[in-house]
């Protein structure tokens, strides 16, 4: 693969990314009543966000905060002039981030004084500059909250003058439900009915009834949808299929572009002038790629700058093109991509995902997809997705299964890496939490705390004296990790995938059984041809057994994409140990390089000097 610049100028360091809630960070209440109330449960703080805990982070290697749910979201909790939300169009007592109130406002739960919460955001900002790292917040364009009013900005409420009458009109910001288009007809028909403190109805939507932020036409949304919110109207008629070319271009003025998109342009612009350095977009594919190409462009003429990375999945069928729309969305102008691919491999690894449990070597097939690959953020886990440290999923394994698991993810390409607020100590996610359920995942939902982080919190130390000597060593291990994957031949060199060339190797990890190699080993080089810095990485995914003897072949091209054609070639690890030896060159094709032994649920990094 070619060399590919994708980064906004001033970009110089590989991002790695911290998702983290601040509703979940810094609280140190251990109540954790399931459905308990931010009094009954306590709440982080945007102040938690201090010397200490930024200190650590960035010692950990964190270059970028994405701070989740910033935004005010639709919420049960009141605050003076800010009335609770409807129980029935909620999520959770807290409120779902992805849920939001008001474009303009902040959510008042975590400010000190909720009346400057505000400057109190301003100056988390300002915080986080002084030790060399910049914020993210969510940007999430394709549904706002069913209660959705802004008293920042009511001239940009989104809904005000909307011709009800139509399931679709341009100048419209919703959709709205037509008699005949779904069974039965206003007023909306809950599926919170019966539920404490619901009645199945929501008021303002009596006499017209809005279609739901995952498109669901229907007067009575069930448990399954996204009931709690509705679907902005970009222009285009989602239920006419994917071609949006009768949108307007990059270069359109504001006066011909549809209203969304304005009030849009206008939300971007609001956070940008606050000293947000990105956003990450939230199911980025659901919006027509002209609107980003619109939009994105627009941004970076504010701030040349700006970050922009997407969640969007290609087997959506809800995407807006027919090709693949993790690429529509990199040629609009996101600076990268969430790599769901990857991930779902590395999970089907342990768990029959998909059809079928997999094989490393099937990641062989998504190291070939072009620019994107290295234009791809890489995660082990997110607020979406289950704790790798979860009893119940992972093959049960425990914590250790992130380090073969984030080592792969995070050595093989250039782009952005992400670690979630927990991985690090191995947060397991024990329990029901509320309406987040026991599910695996840390609840968004809820008021809640995360209990094994709370050893790390350690009532506000944040100095891990609470911890096992486990998750201090893991955690010390993901910075470890984090430092090598920001060196010349991760952040910016090429990849060169060995697997293929060792399927017919039996002493490349091949277990009792297998007719090839390639089950539980994966192995590739990273080389920068700037600096001519060129890394091994090794990982072994079995979850019990040590991998004996194991010889991994590089092939004379590789050696020759390598620069490493002649003489003796010293490997020595940069992850775990200290370990090192030399290797003729000539030996490489057929005998290979001999490696220690490689324990299960392990990687090794290792310098080709």
Known sequence: MGAMSFMSPAQAERPVIYQVLPRLFGNTDETRKPNGTLAENGCGKFSDFNDRSLGALKEMGITHLWLTGVIEQASGTAYPGRPADPADILKGIAGSPYAVRDYFDI????????????????ALIERCRKHGMEVFIDFVPNHVARSYASDVRPELSFGEGDDPSQFFSKENNFFYVQPGMADGGPPLKLPTEGKPGCTGRFEPETDFVRVTGNNSITFAPGEGDWYETVKLNYGHDFTKGRDTSHLPGPDASPDEVPDTWRKMDEIFAYWQGMGVAGFRVDM???????????????????????????????????????????DALLESGFDAVYDDPVYDICLGLYDDFHG?????????????????????????????EIRLASPKEWGGLGMAVGRPVSAVMFGMGRGPVMVYSGQEVGEPALGAEGFGGDDARTTIFDYWAMPEFQKWVNDGAFDGGRLSDEQRALREWYGRLLAVVKEPAFAKGEFYGLNHANKENEAYGRMPGETVSGHWLYAFLRRDPASGQAFLVVANFHGTEALHDVRVRIPKHALEWAGKTSGRLSFGERLVDDWQTTVEVSVLPDDGVRLPDLPPLSARMIELR
């Not at 975590?110 to 400057?119: L, T, V």
């Not at 027509?288 to 003429?301: D, K, T, V």
């Not at 079928?356 to 953020?377: C, Q, V, Y």
Request: include cysteine; charged fraction near 35%.
């Open 356 to 384: 079928g449990l997999k094989w490393a070597n099937d990641l062989d097939e998504l190291t070939f997809t072009g620019e994107r690959f290295h234009r791809s953020l890489r995660y082990a886990e997110n607020h979406d």
């Open 107 to 122: 959510c008042p739960d975590y400010a000190d004084d909720p009346a400057q919460r505000i400057e109190e955001f301003q």
């Open 284 to 326: 980025a594919h659901m919006v027509p790629m002209e609107f980003w190409r619109w939009m994105i462009s627009r941004a970076r003429e504010r701030d040349a700058e700006v970050y922009v990375f997407g969640e969007a999945y290609d087997n959506d069928p809800a995407k807006l093109t027919d090709g693949n729309v993790l």
